[in-house]
């Protein structure tokens, strides 16, 4: 019957909301039959009885329509979130203890190599109070970087095996003067764990193209300036939920990313993939680059599962998706776009309109806003696939 059910919803996100809420149903019937409090009750006619009415409520809720929805907090001008991010944990802080021979070693254990570092623009960035609607933009220190957006290279790809060594070594330096040339990340973590810095902290990197991000205080529109880009010398497969990335790659991953938090002060919930962050202006659809889209290892970083945070696009925003979206995504990052409609549905029942009004007003802000950006921080798209992974348009 649930089967049935879920394959009548066209709306992957009202699919997801309903999977979710039934299987949690059944999880707890199941758990309290399989309960050893329970295993006193022999009669097989009690055992019925108490099913019965355990599935009450969900036969209730097949029968309902709409569909329900997550319960969202009340929200005051997009304020809060369904979603709260995790606590932060103070992190230890690492330091740099030698550098050199084009070799930097870090308190923790990291090696970072600095022969293809360049710079770029110097960063500068503006952000928007999310608390006051009708707030201008504000610059904040050029110095303090606010998160970090993880990439897939997209470049090719050798077996990693010893006797292609070479190969692997080949392509890996070819990847690295191209990111250099284009300026495109600040960092690249080659298949063998390899860190290398390419452009300097200081700068912006050409590598977020059209996106948007907010924490709880600040949403930044154009994240080439305001936050870091860690790159992973991997490609990302359709479909598949564990793209090819090294454990030697994790940990690296995982101290960079500590390094940095702790350096810059960087909230865990800052710190999300590209995919989450990418939006097309031009027809206000989100996900137009689609790399670590459902399948980054949050956890292996040291971080929350940032999947489950709302998307800032969709919610302070207006931007929506369509199908060819939830194609090139897993199933993880669906739930963020849920969080985000349960945030905009709240936002619009409360303001006494629909969704589509709400949508055209927070599309109207975003125009605002973008206007105000001074032409040098106008982020641009990403200059070739190779590095930024962007899908297929719609016609």
Not at 11 to 16: C, G, I, R, S, T
Not at 184 to 207: K, M, P, Q, T
Request: aromatic letters at 10%; proline letters at 5%.
């Amino acid at each position: 019957m649930i089967a049935s059910r879920a394959s009548k919803i066209e709306d992957p996100v009202e699919k997801l909301r309903f999977l979710k809420t039934t299987e949690k149903r059944f999880s707890q019937i199941e758990d309290l039959l399989l309960s050893p409090h329970f295993w006193w009750l022999s009669n097989r006619k009690i055992w019925i009885t108490v099913a019965f009415l355990l599935l009450i409520p969900t036969l209730s809720l097949l029968r309902r329509s709409p569909l329900p929805v997550i319960d969202a907090s009340a929200v005051a001008g997009g304020k809060l979130s369904t979603v709260r991010p995790a606590p932060e944990v103070p992190l230890e802080k690492a330091y740099l203890i030698d550098n050199r021979g084009g070799v930097e070693t870090w308190s923790n254990g990291l090696h970072i190599e600095t022969r293809f570092t360049t710079s770029n623009r110097p960063r500068e960035y503006y952000v928007w109070n999310r608390n006051a609607p009708q707030a201008s933009l504000s610059r904040l220190p050029s110095q303090q970087a606010a998160g970090i957006v993880y990439h897939t290279t997209e470049s090719t790809l050798e077996e990693l095996e010893e006797t292609q060594l070479r190969r692997l070594k080949l392509l890996g330096e070819s990847l690295l003067q191209y990111v250099q040339k284009e300026k495109a990340y600040h960092y690249v973590i080659d298949r063998f764990g390899r860190v290398f810095r390419v452009v300097v902290e200081s700068d912006a990197a050409n590598h977020a193209g059209k996106s948007t991000w907010a924490d709880e205080e600040w949403a930044y529109i154009g994240l080439n300036d305001s936050f870091l880009a860690i790159s992973f010398e991997t490609q990302t497969r359709p479909g598949d939920e564990s793209p090819e990335i090294t454990q030697a790659q994790v940990d690296s991953g995982r101290m960079l990313t500590r390094i940095l938090r702790s350096r810059y002060a960087i909230r865990a919930s800052n710190c999300v993939t590209h995919a989450q962050v990418s939006i097309n202006p031009s027809n206000f659809q989100i996900g137009y680059h689609t790399d670590w889209a459902g399948n980054f290892p949050f956890e292996a970083m040291g971080l929350p599962d940032n999947y489950e945070l709302p998307l800032a696009s969709l919610f302070l925003f207006g931007f929506s998706y369509d199908g060819t979206f939830f194609a090139a995504t897993g199933a993880r990052m669906w739930k963020g776009v849920v969080s985000s409609e349960d945030l905009l549905r709240s936002r619009a029942g409360k303001d006494s309109i629909s969704v589509a009004q709400l949508r055209t007003q927070l599309r109207n802000q975003y125009r605002r806003l973008s206007a105000l950006l001074p032409e040098s921080n106008e982020p641009a798209g990403t200059t070739d696939s190779r590095a930024s992974n962007p899908r297929q348009e719609n016609p």
